[in-house]
């Protein structure tokens, strides 16, 4: 971030709070500061001054320089991450200005806030994103950590704590995927994909393998009207492996934008990628866009979905560690054993899935979540009445001497053996002696249309050919 943005991210996260003595827990310690030869206690501060904050953030955001002015105190001082001393209202405004006037458009999101005060001062301590357009026209993201001191219901000192972004394999490809797609050009995408590479989309089955169907996707999407055109993804990434030999595991919530700023797309995806010489690039990709509250996804024509499984071009798995990995989960599904799944899983694991806003990420959350899911089964369910889970792998690739890499289908049949819940997977494993275990699991769930809306269809149809 440029010095200018540096300060003006500084003195923006200066919040006005008002020292309200008689709410403090002064019997409640919570921790100390230390410095200029004495000692203090933190005692718990006003939760109502995250009201106050939340309005200077939306007076930033809205570009209120006014409103922003009246929340600082006399004396208004700041020091930033860099060493850099900023005194008084008057150079913030005009700082403030010159940045509102700037392309960088900076908007700043809160994460958490804290009130914390001492026998003798008022803080707040909030941690905030804040993201801009850089200087290659890109987004950028920065994290930062405020410290602000309230003195008789305003700012009087803040100080600046920043995390820097990461720099990875997984950081630089994000970066240059955005910067490509912004170009809107299909030929010019395909030097983030490596020759063999695959994208899924286990929604809906959709695979596109190699750089001839990759291209044949992204020459659709930036067709001459296509409202992609002109416009942008944002990105905020999420974990991050390395693997071992160049290749690394990343995960990401993601924001296709059109050309008027209208989100076509959101949701997370995760990818396995590998650097040479320098050059990440994507191996295998899955995206997970968010399904409707009022999604369906049990199929009203199980027949013909049947069709559709029994045409999927299943492999014959030969790796045995990944056919009796497969062989426990359909065990731990069949007897709504959370431990048995949770087994599957190894240490970082990571589950990328449908209705989820971010990552579940490690063993104990892992847990949480198939416990959630087997605790919302109803009794009389055919989950609990002998649902039976199937595998169909479509795809499977060694990475290295430790993970392999597979991809295909999932399928939940009720005790008659019809279809009743389905979807795709596109996963990473770790290899510990002869045992697989899920390193990456990322999949979806294929949604369809209602029984009353697949007669509509039908007949719909049988109309059309009649006419």
């Known amino acids: 971030m440029n010095r200018t943005l540096q300060v003006i991210t500084l003195s923006f996260l200066c919040l006005s709070l008002s ?58 001082e700041g020091y930033t991450n860099h060493g850099i001393y900023l005194q008084g209202t008057e150079a913030q405004i005009a700082m403030l200005g010159e940045l509102f006037e700037s392309d960088q458009n900076p908007q700043w999101e ?13 803080w707040l301590t909030t941690g905030n994103e804040c993201t801009f357009i850089g200087s ?12 602000v001191q309230i003195e008789d219901g305003k700012v009087k000192t803040v100080k600046v704590y920043a995390r ?17 797609w912004t170009a809107a050009d299909a030929e010019k995408m395909l030097s983030i994909y490596e020759e063999g590479a695959i994208e899924l989309f286990p929604q809906s089955f959709a695979g596109y393998v190699g750089h001839e169907n990759i291209i044949q996707r992204y020459q ?31 995960d990401a919530h993601v924001e296709t934008q059109a050309k008027d700023g209208e989100v076509v797309f959101e949701g997370l995806m995760s990818a396995l990628g590998r650097e040479q010489d320098g050059n990440p690039r994507i191996i295998q990709f899955v995206a997970h866009s968010m399904p409707a509250d009022d999604v369906n996804f049990l ?16 492999i014959e798995v030969t790796d045995q560690a990944l056919v009796e990995h497969l062989d426990r989960l359909r065990d731990g599904w069949y007897n709504h054993d959370v431990d048995a799944l949770v087994d599957e899983f ?28 087997n605790d919302q089964i109803e009794e009389d369910s055919v989950f609990r009445a002998g649902g039976t889970l199937e595998y169909i792998v479509t795809g499977y690739h060694p990475i290295n001497d430790r993970h392999v890499r597979a991809f295909g289908a999932w399928v939940v049949r009720n005790p008659e053996k019809e279809p009743i819940f389905l979807g795709g997977f596109g996963n990473v494993y770790r290899r510990d002696g002869d ?32 006419g």
């Open 435 to 466: 045992r697989l275990q899920i390193l990456l699991n990322a999949n979806s769930a294929v949604p369809f249309p209602t029984a009353e809306e697949w007669e509509e269809m039908q007949a719909a149809e049988a109309a059309a050919q009649e």
């Open 136 to 147: 290659d026209g890109q987004q950028v993201r920065e994290h930062y950590v405020h410290d």
């Open 110 to 122: 809160i994460r958490f806030m804290v009130a914390n005060d001492t026998e003798e001062e008022t």
């Open 220 to 250: 659709a999407m930036f067709a001459e009207d296509s409202p992609l055109v002109g416009g942008r993804i944002e990105s905020r990434l999420g974990g991050y492996t390395d693997l071992g030999d160049g290749f690394f595991i990343y």
């Open 19 to 76: 020292a309200c003595a008689n709410l403090r827990s002064m019997d409640s310690e919570i921790g100390m500061w230390q410095g200029g030869g004495k000692e203090l206690a933190i005692y718990p501060g006003d939760p109502d001054h995250q009201q106050i904050w939340i309005d200077y953030i939306e007076a930033h955001n809205v570009r209120d320089l006014e409103k922003i002015a009246s929340m600082n105190a006399p004396g208004w």
């Open 299 to 314: 199929p009203p024509n199980p027949e013909q979905v049947d069709e559709v499984i029994a045409s999927l071009p299943a």
């Open 164 to 180: 820097s972004a990461p720099d990875t394999p997984a950081s630089r490809l994000d970066k240059k995927l955005r910067v490509l």
């Open 346 to 373: 190894c240490e970082g694991a990571r589950i990328i899935t449908d209705g989820e806003d971010y990552a579940v990420r490690g063993l104990k959350d892992i847990h949480t979540h198939y416990t959630e899911f």
